[in-house]
Nanobody, 123 residues
Framework: QVQLVESGGGLVQAGGSLRLSCAAS????????MAWFRQIPGKEREFVAA????????YYADSVKGRFAISRDNAENTVYLQMNSLKPEDTAVYYC????????????????WGQGTQVTVSS
């Protein structure tokens, strides 16, 4: 089992920045692919970004490429999502997720989830 706890959400004006953090409970954290998803009411959970276990490979949704950056600190069992140039359409609940093998973009393929953190971008 891996427990994930997100933090860092909040209210920000358009053009601003936020940094989300996700702390994992397990010491074997480095083997897990980590990802961020987001969801607004009435819609499916949407892939945002993912990072391989080593941290070398990163993947982004087209809608956030060039504005968001995912990274991880395996010594601290933590993954981050730096969000810059935020837009009102980035408003959502952001979820951290983990899976043991490989990087995929489908939420159904992730085994572990955090509770989510709200990000609200005002225009």
């Amino acid at each position: 089992q891996v427990q994930l706890v997100e933090s860092g959400g909040g209210l920000v004006q358009a053009g601003g920045s936020l940094r989300l953090s996700c702390a994992a409970s397990r010491r074997t954290f480095p083997i897990y692919t980590m990802a961020w998803f987001r969801q607004i009411p009435g819609k499916e959970r949407e892939f945002v970004a993912a990072v391989s276990g080593s941290g070398i490979s990163t993947y982004y949704a087209d809608s956030v490429k060039g504005r968001f950056a995912i990274s991880r600190d395996n010594a601290e069992n933590t993954v981050y999502l730096q969000m810059n140039s935020l837009k009102p359409e980035d408003t959502a609940v952001y979820y951290c997720a983990a899976r043991s093998v490989g990087v995929v973009r489908s939420a159904n393929e992730y085994n572990y989830w955090g509770q989510g953190t709200q990000v609200t971008v005002s225009s």
